[in-house]
């Protein structure tokens, strides 16, 4: 029988996704699988990218999700603001905001 792990994650105060994601890689979660597991999902127009960063003494890594140049559009309107949603890079306007029920359906829509 095969060993599992059990990861429990306490996110009720929030989770940063790409701390998260590298967190899992530093843990031994492989790029290519995640990035494999990601096709499944009906979303496009985004490259990821892992890379190691040293910090003085302390290494750790670096997770990114960017879009393509491609998929960046325009806003037809002036960009919105969140007062609990602060935009780290002003250069991803335009990008679609999803709901917890948007994730989920992308997420049935991706299975077998």
Same mark, same amino acid.
């Given at each position: 029988? *095969? %060993? +599992?792990?059990?990861? /429990? @994650?306490d996110a009720?105060?929030g989770? $940063?996704?790409d701390m /998260?994601v590298?967190g899992?890689? =530093?843990?031994? $979660?492989?790029?290519?699988?995640i990035q494999? +597991?990601?096709?499944g999902? =009906?979303?496009?127009?985004?490259?990821?990218? %892992?890379?190691? @960063? +040293?910090?003085? *003494?302390f290494? $750790?890594?670096h997770f990114? @999700?960017t879009?393509?140049?491609s $998929? @960046?559009?325009?806003p037809?309107?002036?960009?919105?603001?969140?007062?609990?949603? *602060?935009?780290a890079e002003p250069? /991803?306007?335009g990008h679609?905001?999803?709901?917890?029920? =948007?994730?989920?359906?992308?997420?049935?829509?991706?299975?077998?």
């Open positions: 029988m *095969a %060993s +599992q792990t059990l990861l /429990f @994650v009720s105060e989770l $940063a996704g /998260f590298a899992l890689i =530093d843990l031994g $979660a492989n790029l290519e699988e494999a +597991q990601l096709k999902l =009906d979303l496009d127009g985004y490259r990821i990218e %892992s890379r190691e @960063v +040293q910090r003085g *003494a290494r $750790a890594l990114k @999700v879009p393509d140049s $998929a @960046v559009e325009e037809s309107t002036p960009h919105h603001k969140h007062p609990l949603h *602060a935009h250069s /991803f306007p679609p905001h999803r709901s917890w029920t =948007d994730i989920r359906e992308l997420l049935e829509r991706s299975r077998p």
